[in-house]
């Protein structure tokens, strides 16, 4: 069946430092893919996502783009701060399955001052 | 206003008990969820719901039951509660038509089985 896996964490990292999560997903033909991120005590938030191959999504300084020969959507951001600190989840809607969400496992990343 | 508003936000409630967690969107979205968020912080979706047709994940024990009143609503019912019941539980809603949609989520309810 469809699945995603993404790296595990914590991943720590002192402010201002580059971020990368590794996300790659197993689906037939062409899923949608998605970063959600979760703050502590709150529910998920989209962060952005890419509908087709090649497609970068990208907000509040994170990136990631939709890369079909090696089924990975990876999230990228130049210069994390504190307030990033929270659980990142890759996710996948695909293509025959209405719009229901299949996560990975969460990484969670902590920004030190 | 909130979008998507669950309650209670914390339940504790004792096995072989029956509970219920309400939710409510605003956005006049048609499809309605539940997923399921255990300690590891994993997700799954539990159900989908407009009002055409409920999807079941397999996975879901039938003591969990999704119970909708209007298109604005979708409450989890929940029999005979067991220590394993115990996670966060999201309700989202998104537009039921559309490639890659948004979710939008729910604070979520943290239910512990004693």
């Known amino acids: 069946g469809d699945s995603v896996t993404q790296m595990e964490g914590p991943v720590t990292l002192s402010e201002e430092a580059f971020l990368t999560i590794n996300c790659t997903y197993t689906a037939t033909g062409y899923p949608s893919l998605f970063w959600y991120v979760q703050y502590p005590g709150e529910g998920l938030q989209l962060l952005l996502k890419?509908?087709?191959?090649?497609d970068k999504g990208s907000n509040k300084g994170f990136e990631a783009t939709y890369r079909k020969e090696t089924t990975s959507f990876h999230l990228e951001k130049g210069s994390v701060q504190v307030s990033d600190s929270a659980v990142y989840f890759c996710a996948l809607i695909p293509n025959n399955a209405g719009n229901m969400l299949t996560f990975g496992g969460g990484t969670r990343l902590m920004v030190k001052p | 206003d909130t979008a998507v508003s669950q309650t209670p936000k914390y339940l504790v409630t004792q096995m072989g008990n029956d509970k219920s967690i309400k939710c409510e969107q605003n956005l006049g979205h048609d499809t309605m969820y539940w997923y399921k968020q255990d300690s590891k912080k994993f997700l799954k979706i539990m159900f989908s719901?407009?009002?055409?047709?409920?999807?079941i994940n397999e996975t879901v024990p039938n003591r969990f039951s999704p119970k909708s009143p209007d298109k604005a609503h979708l409450n989890l019912h929940i029999n005979s509660l067991e220590l394993g019941d115990s996670a966060v539980y999201f309700c989202?809603?998104?537009?039921?038509?559309?490639?890659?949609?948004?979710?939008?989520f729910g604070q979520g309810t943290r239910l512990t089985v004693v």
């Open positions: 719901y407009n009002n055409k047709e409920l999807i």
């Open positions: 989202a809603s998104s537009r039921g038509e559309g490639r890659g949609t948004e979710a939008f």
């Open positions: 890419a509908t087709k191959a090649d």
